[in-house]
């Protein structure tokens, strides 16, 4: 921490993307799990609050879980009225208070510059929202490589990312053959929207 404020979200904004690479998650919904929501021993995050409206279960894997371990861990020592309430937070500053969106977006551009990554700016990324797309890619390219057929995968991805219509789905999957040649074998004329023409 480069200075002593206790409002800092540097606590929790690692764990934060993380989870938002991982699950497709939405910033927002991410930051209004409670403690009540997070079932690490069956291995899924209860989503209340969405976007849609419309609650749903989010499998974690054996990594992440770990991960969330050791952030509560470490989050539960703090002396911090109430922290380990059911109707508590989740992500919490080092004071305790609500990790609101905008500390998660500060820490994440700070991120881009140490890294050296330019940041282009007017909704053209690298933004949070960017880790969403990127783990919905990922999860169709991890289904088609352990043979999962592709148009069968995307309403699998459709429902862990909360969206109404494969169509909002589409957006975020759109593939080129020149990233992934060995995908365009398993892809039937039916789902060729996936792969654009360039």
Known sequence: MYDRHMSNALFCVPVVLR??????????????IKNVDVKLEKGYIHIRKTKNGSER??????????????????????????VCSPNSFFFIKSDGTYCNPQSVYWSFRKLLAECGIPYIGNHHGPR????????????????????HDLYSSLPVISACLGHKSLFATEQYVRLT?????ELISQCSPINAFVYPKI
């Open 57 to 82: 279960i989010v499998p974690i894997n054996d990594n992440l879980n770990g991960v969330l371990q050791q952030y509560i861990s470490y989050r539960d020592r703090m002396p911090i009225s109430r």
């Open 128 to 147: 949070v929202h960017d880790l969403r797309h990127t783990f919905a890619v990922h999860a169709m390219v991890q289904m088609a490589h352990n043979s």
């Open 19 to 32: 989870l938002l690479y991982s699950t497709g998650l939405r910033v927002s919904e991410a930051l209004s």
């Open 177 to 181: 053959g020149e990233m992934y040649p």
